[in-house]
């Protein structure tokens, strides 16, 4: 099962290890940065499953780094805590009403920011706290590595599984051949970008079977989609 993507934003560097080490003892996947203009790079570019924010970092502030974060498609579900030394109600307030879906007050527990984490993921992206990816008619067991389709067994090439794994992981987001290519292959591989196309046509292929509806979706100049919606 792959690890939990955890973007870590703050500039405090022992505060950094603590919480790396924490979250990865937790078998999260930590990346970090202390500058806010990064960090909206990176956010677009590896698609974590969650954000640690701190409101006072260099060049943007946390606020207004989850201001662009919500304003962006490709952002915009990522769930985001933030942390700040402020404890004021309005400074609370101001956070949550941005789009943070929680807010820790400094200093604070690794074990409690944790338990945050784990439940902001349970009520934002559930498919992470349990073992099946569910879209309409389709069923991921991750733990298995088995794909049902109308409760019938369907039988996926790795490339494949991991392509239907992301789309399942992000129902009706579109994402680029680039983006997907980065995210299935990998940053480093030398593939071809038409060979997103060639997969793409294998798992339809596999889905399709008995004359199913395509729910792969082709938005034209842009990528894919999962979409109950799609022909």
């Known amino acids: 099962m792959a690890k939990t ?11 950094v290890e603590l919480i790396r080490w ?9 990346s970090d940065t202390s500058d806010g203009e990064e960090a909206i790079l990176l956010a677009k570019e590896t698609l974590p499953d969650i954000i640690i924010l ?14 662009q974060l919500r304003r962006d498609e490709s952002t915009q579900h990522i ?3 933030m942390l700040t030394a402020r404890s004021e109600e309005d400074d ?5 009403e941005i789009g943070a879906d929680d807010y820790l007050t400094k200093p604070f527990s690794p074990r409690e920011l944790i338990a945050r984490a784990h439940a902001v993921l349970r009520r934002t992206r559930p498919a992470l706290a349990g073992k099946n990816l569910k879209f309409g008619d389709i069923e991921m067991d991750i733990v298995a590595h088995k794909v049902r389709r109308d409760g019938k067994s369907i039988t996926l090439g790795p490339t494949e599984y991991r392509l239907l794994k992301h789309f399942l992981e992000y129902p009706s987001q579109v994402f680029s ?5 980065d995210t299935v292959w990998g940053y480093d591989s030398d593939i071809e970008i038409r060979t997103v196309d060639v997969h793409i046509r294998r798992l339809r292929k596999a889905l399709n079977k008995d004359g199913k509806i395509d729910i792969i979706r082709t938005v034209r ?3 894919y989609s999962l979409d109950k919606d799609a022909v």
């Open 79 to 81: 769930p985001i805590i």
């Open 5 to 15: 993507k955890l973007l870590l934003v703050e500039d405090d560097n022992a505060l």
């Open 177 to 181: 051949r680039e983006r997907l290519l």
């Open 22 to 30: 924490n979250f990865e003892h937790e078998d999260y996947s930590v």
């Open 221 to 223: 100049s842009a990528g």
């Open 92 to 96: 609370k307030i101001r956070g949550l």
């Open 54 to 67: 701190d409101w006072m970092i260099e060049n943007l502030s946390g606020i207004e780094v989850c201001r």
